[in-house]
């Protein structure tokens, strides 16, 4: 019911910078919590970046002050913009929604994000 639809993955070099987009399909986006994972390789998958409804922001430390959530109802929406980009911060990026009455989750297709040194 809820289609996720992700861009802005590619290929980097180290210190540079990459913004992520999701579209959501429904417009229950409003309403709803969202989040960027990522999955690297070999390790699972950790939550980056999440943004409430209302539009609190949490973050993972290892990424505390280089990336930035955020979220345009408007456009059913949310972004990752990721600065400073390390080696580290390579993985497969999976935007997520929660539903607001369900509580499930809805995930996109993933992008690669790739940091080269």
């Known amino acids: 019911q809820v289609q996720l639809v992700e861009s802005g993955g590619g290929l980097v070099q180290a210190g540079g910078s990459l913004r992520l987009s999701c579209a959501a399909s429904?417009?229950?986006?409003?309403?709803?919590?969202m989040g960027w994972y990522r999955q690297a390789p070999g390790k699972q998958r950790e939550l980056v970046a999440g943004?409430?409804?209302?539009?609190?922001?949490n973050y993972a430390d290892s990424v505390k002050g280089r990336f930035t959530i955020s979220r345009d109802n408007g456009e059913n929406t949310v972004y990752l913009q990721m600065n400073s980009l390390q080696v580290e911060d390579t993985a497969v990026y999976y935007c997520?929604?929660?539903?607001?009455?369900?509580?499930?989750?809805?995930w996109g297709k993933g992008t690669l994000v790739t940091v080269s040194s």
């Open positions: 429904r417009s229950i986006f409003s309403i709803s919590a």
């Open positions: 943004i409430a409804a209302g539009g609190s922001t």
């Open positions: 997520n929604l929660k539903g607001p009455v369900s509580g499930r989750d809805y």
